[in-house]
Every structure is written in C-alpha cells, then in structure tokens.
T-cell receptor
C-alpha cells in the first residue's frame, strides 16, 4: 500500500496570508490526525477527523482549521499566518479501531516570513 | 491531562553498543496505548512499536526490545547492537483510551551512533 502523502512538501508564505495543506491517508484508513512540530514546543496535536467529522481538537487558536472529504483525504487551513506558525506539519492516518498505531506522512515544511 | 517525559535529551554511543531510551508517562485513563516512533533527518515519523496498557508482556523484535512497567509508569526502549543507521530522534507517545487519534509526545531523545 502507498503511504501517507502530503502536499506540498515545502511552502513559504508571508505574514497575514493563509495556507492550505493537503493529506491523503493510506488506503482504507478513515482516521486522519494533524500535528505541528516546532523546535520549541515539540510535537503538538492539532485535530483529528474521522468520517468527515472532527473528533478531537488540540489547544490551537481558531485560525487553525481542517476538514475531511468523503474519500478520507484531509486538508488543514491556517489563516492570518504569524511568524510562529513556521513549523513542520505532519499528517497521520490509522485504521479504524482504538488500538491501531498512526502512520505519518513526510510532512509539509511551512516557513512564514 | 496526559504527559510523557523523556529525560534524556541526547545520547551518543559507539556502534554495536546497546542503548536504552527512557520514557515515563502520566495518564488517568485506565486503558491507554504507548508507542515509540523514530524520526530520521528526512523528517517522517516512523512507527516502531506499540504496547497496550492491559498487556504488560515485554517483547523483543529483532534488535528492538521494550520494557513496559505499569507500576512505575515507564515504557523504555532498547536497541541492541546499535548501528549508524539508528541515528535519529526517538519519540515516546501516549494515547488515552478515549482520546481517539490524539497522541501526546515526549520531547524526544536525539540518538547519535558513531562508527
């Protein structure tokens, strides 16, 4: 099976702009989670989607939003970008069932200038 | 609240040495899941092992082994006969039984294996 794919891999944006990142999960995986990784804060959970519904949300401002489509692909959006949003954004998918591990994509490296 | 602590920020070993990465966790959930992930320089998190809270049996998988002790809330990970390719950042992570897809990660341990 193909792994989790994320596009774009690299992105440079200016403060105040908005950005949309895309994630395609492993075939058959219906749960998609998003994480932000920064040197200062480490890996932090953003949100999780399952069957097009947000099931869990981390402690991030409302500028961070996401959605999931009927084919399980997911997008996350960050509006009014700030310098502190520069990070590696990782998407992960897993099979239905509580114990299954998450498989991560290569990430999108976002730089805000 | 859930918390994962990896006290070792960096570890440096010489090839073929055994190395143990420590992980201590906190959770109020009675059912939970523990994971170890590896992040090589490429950035992608690679799943290594999973352990369920209701299964304390420790196992060995190739050069990897883990020691899960509920009594001390620890989930340590050992690499036997380390290799240069093992150099990466290793993360311990916790998911509560009701947390769905939310993983709580430790700060990571940078492992450098010298030839």
């Amino acid at each position: 099976k193909a792994g989790v794919t994320q596009t774009p891999r690299y992105l440079i944006k200016t403060r105040g702009q908005q950005v949309t990142l895309s994630c395609s999960p492993i075939s058959g995986h219906r749960s998609v989670s998003w994480y932000q990784q920064t040197p200062g804060q480490g890996l932090q959970f953003l949100f999780e989607y399952f069957s097009e519904t947000q099931r869990n949300k981390g402690n991030f401002p409302g500028r961070f939003s996401g959605r999931q489509f009927s084919n399980s692909r997911s997008e996350m959006n960050v509006s009014t970008l700030e310098l502190g949003d520069s990070a590696l954004y990782l998407c992960a998918s897993r099979e239905p069932g509580s114990s299954y591990e998450q498989y991560f994509g290569p990430g999108t490296r976002l730089t805000v200038t | 609240a859930q918390k994962v602590t990896q006290a070792q920020t960096e570890i440096s070993v010489v090839e073929k040495e055994d190395v143990t990465l420590d992980c201590v966790y906190e959770t109020r959930d009675t059912t939970y899941y523990l994971f170890w992930y590896k992040q090589p320089p490429s950035g992608e998190l690679v799943f290594l092992i999973r352990r369920n809270s209701f299964d304390e049996q420790n196992e060995i998988s190739g050069r990897y082994s883990w020691n899960f002790q509920k009594s001390t809330s620890s989930f340590n990970f050992t690499i036997t006969a380390s290799q240069v390719v093992d150099s990466a950042v290793y993360f311990c992570a916790l998911r509560g039984g009701t947390s769905y897809g939310k993983l709580t990660f430790g700060q990571g341990t940078i492992l450098t294996v010298h030839p």
